[in-house]
């Protein structure tokens, strides 16, 4: 798709150190268009959900929007009314984003990018599997007020737990620490998988070298109420001023931190 609308490689913009919010939107603009000439929008900029898009956008301007290592509520941070409002630009002002579902805040739109007529889109890996068409890797854009440190929000990270009151929990732990301990028979971890995953090895460079471990953790749903859903809304498709929506559900927020730290 890329290729066929004269579209830049990212790759080549991501290692020029150009690869931030105007230049994704340029590009978005770029490929958004009515390529058969029937009057209709055939081919889009971008796809995914709402609301993980301003989780995802907040993150790689450097914000989270909720601070759960200092119980504090984010929706009224700087850095996600702006990331907000870029996503609002993306839906309602330049319109580049395709709404297969008719509900911009369906979860159902992050598989939409599997039609195969949207030029960037975030997905999970296991999402990935069944597609038709060859595609590209790089990291989110960085925001003004992000840097290559975080770029992401990593909205499914997995933790195990030896509850309290297990008998030998040393033991336990020690038998689960050994399956890990076998000699390597990979070159780098996880080799296999991503040559299963992925065509190009500039893809896994860029996956190894550039995006892992630059998740940050977002824990909105672990908080009873927390308004992120309503938040996004509001604005995406009710059309509220950003601040003003922010501010609305600024003392919610906080206090679904505060409900579940007590």
Partial sequence: MFKKLGLPDLQE?????????????????QATKDTDNDGKTDVWGFSGWAIDAVKHFTAANGGVTVDSQNAKEMLSDPRTIEAAEFVNRLYNVDKVVRVKT???TNWEETNTFKDG??????AAEWMLGDLTFDIGIVPFPNGPQGSSEQTYANTSASAKFIPKG?????AVYQ??????????TE?????????SMYGNQEDIDMILQHIKGTG???LDEAYPDYPTNTFVEDIIVNNQSV????EKYKQQAQASVDKLGK
């Fill in 216 to 218: 940050v953790i977002t």
């Fill in 187 to 195: 070159e780098y971890p996880g080799q296999d998988y991503l040559e």
């Fill in 117 to 122: 007529n949207v030029a960037m889109f975030p």
């Fill in 175 to 184: 038998a689960y620490e050994e399956t890990f301990d076998f000699p390597p």
């Fill in 166 to 170: 297990v008998k030998d929990a040393a």
């Fill in 13 to 29: 913009i991501y290692s020029k150190g150009e690869w931030n919010w105007d230049k994704f939107l340029e590009i978005a603009k």
């Fill in 102 to 104: 008719g509900n911009k």
């Fill in 243 to 246: 601040t003003a929506t922010a």
